[in-house]
Structure formats: C-alpha cells, structure tokens
C-alpha cells in the first residue's frame, strides 16, 4: 500500500486527531500526516509531496476556503480537497466547492462511513491517489457535498 502524504488543517487539535482516526479506519491507504492549525500554517507546510488535504472552514488567520483558493491559485488543480466543517448551510457547501475549488465536503460530526463515502474515489485498489488530468474543475453542486454529509 503506498504511502500517501495528507495535510490535516483545523484549529482543533482533538479535530485533526478525529480526522486522522477515521482515516486509519477507512485503510484506503497507508496515509503520513502533516497537521496544521489554520490556513497561514498550512500553506508553509504546503509543498508539492502533499498529496491530499482535509481542511476546517472556521480557522483563525486564514480560512479553510481562503486556504483552498490559495492552493489552486499555485496551480494544484487536481490535488482532492475536503472540506471537513461544522458548515452545513448551502451557501457555504456551493462556497467551499465553487469559489474555494474543494472537491467534496463532510460535515461535523462524521462518521468514518461518511469519510469514507466522501474520498473513497479519489483512491486506487493499491492505494494509491486517483485523480485524473482532466479532472473536471467546472461548476460544483452543492448537493454532492450534502449527499456526503
């Protein structure tokens, strides 16, 4: 199983750690970690061995969308991005999927299922990160955040 460097981004540290336990649980790959506490920490730990972020909405200094922006600003287009937050109104799900380019979004509390439901295709049978190319970066429903929540 590969090993995939995940970039864990929330003020919480209990959070980072209920997102890292649930990922353990899924075993969809042999997953490193890289925490940070808010959007300015994560993008210094930002580099381009990170091969997938979980990332908080509210956050001091940076925001999790602003954080995202900020990462497909640098041009890591096709690098997953979940939105793991309390967030749960639609103007904030089409927000985080459309002006802050995350892929998907999981509402707190969550369950590994619901992790699960969330990136389990954005990984191989070897566990590997699958995310093609054409990736298509068009406009985002909210309604696939919601159907993961």
């Known amino acids: 199983m590969a090993k995939i460097k995940a970039l864990v981004v929330d003020d919480s540290k209990i959070m980072r750690s209920a997102v890292k336990r ?3 649980q899924l075993m969809l790959a042999d997953f490193e970690y890289i925490e940070a506490k808010d959007g300015e920490d994560a993008l210094s730990k930002f ?6 972020l ?3 909405w509210n956050m001091p200094n940076m925001t999790g969308v602003e954080f995202a922006r900020a990462v497909r600003d640098q041009g890591r287009k096709n690098i997953p991005i979940i939105m793991v937050t309390a967030e749960k109104s639609m103007g904030k799900v089409d927000k ?3 002006e802050g ?3 998907e979004y999981v509402t707190k509390p969550f369950t590994a299922d619901k992790m699960h439901k969330a990136i389990s295709n954005y990984f191989d049978d070897d566990g ?3 995310v093609g190319e054409d990736e298509d970066d068009g406009d985002k429903s909210f309604f ?3 159907l993961n929540s």
């Open 144 to 146: 696939k955040g919601i």
């Open 54 to 56: 979980f990332v908080d």
């Open 101 to 103: 380019g995350a892929n």
């Open 22 to 24: 649930a990922l353990n």
């Open 128 to 130: 590997n990160i699958a």
């Open 47 to 52: 580099n381009d061995d990170i091969e997938i």
């Open 96 to 98: 985080a999927l459309n």
